[in-house]
T-cell receptor, first 111, second 110 residues
Framework: DAGVTQSPTHLIKTRGQQVTLRCSPK?????VSWYQQALGQGPQFIFQ???????QRGNFPDRFSGHQFPNYSSELNVNALLLGDSALYLC??????????FGDGTRLSIL | GDSVTQMEGPVTLSEEAFLTINCTYT??????LFWYVQYPGEGLQLLLK?????DKGSNKGFEATYRKETTSFHLEKGSVQVSDSAVYFC?????????FGAGTTVTVRA
């Protein structure tokens, strides 16, 4: 039974570019959440998707957007990349009130 | 807003020592509380949880008790192993959102 899978593992971009990160939830899960983890810090909540809609959003600018597909997989899009967007991006999936399960993340580096 | 404060690290211990990581929280509602662990190069793994006051979560020898009166959820293990070396995160959940502490790096020496 596959857990949460994220792609790519690593990504290098330059300032001003845009990026798309992908997440496949754990089998049986229908909810996907995205987090940003800067080096040496705890993860910060970006947003959560359920039934293909954004259900809750953290304190992130509109440059961060997402999508959930009918098969529950999800994408995180970041436009106009800044140096400060360099971080580990974590996807977590869940079902109902059960705890969230995390993927291994995508390491995004901005040059 | 909702927030978590946990003991700053790093913490270095010898094998078989006792481990405590302090965690306190501020929440507007009635949060569920969690401890997650992160090994190098990996995502977060759920270690234990508690959903209401006085609940005790336990897993792999780790324990934490939800103390509403002191708004705390301290993590303890009686005898650590080298394999327990990792970063530990305390977190709370209100509605759909998880809020994490900054993490505590624990290194266990043989």
């Amino acid at each position: 039974d596959a857990g949460v899978t994220q792609s790519p593992t690593h990504l290098i971009k330059t300032r001003g570019q845009q990026v798309t990160l992908r997440c496949s939830p754990k089998s049986g899960h229908d909810t996907v959440s995205w987090y940003q983890q800067a080096l040496g810090q705890g993860p910060q909540f970006i947003f959560q998707y359920y039934e293909e809609e954004e259900r809750q959003r953290g304190n992130f600018p509109d440059r961060f957007s997402g999508h959930q597909f009918p098969n529950y997989s999800s994408e995180l899009n970041v436009n106009a990349l800044l140096l400060g967007d360099s971080a580990l991006y974590l996807c977590a999936s869940s079902l109902g009130i059960q705890p969230q399960h995390f993927g291994d993340g995508t390491r995004l580096s901005i040059l | 807003g909702d927030s978590v404060t946990q003991m700053e690290g790093p913490v270095t211990l010898s094998e078989e020592a006792f481990l405590t990581i302090n965690c306190t929280y501020t929440a507007t509602g009635y949060p569920s509380l969690f401890w997650y662990v992160q090994y190098p190069g990996e995502g977060l793994q759920l270690l234990l949880k508690a959903t209401k006051a006085d609940d005790k979560g336990s897993n792999k020898g780790f324990e934490a008790t939800y103390r509403k009166e002191t708004t705390s959820f301290h993590l303890e293990k009686g005898s650590v192993q080298v394999s327990d070396s990792a970063v530990y995160f305390c977190a709370l959940k209100v509605d759909y959102k998880l809020s994490f502490g900054a993490g505590t790096t624990v290194t266990v020496r043989a």
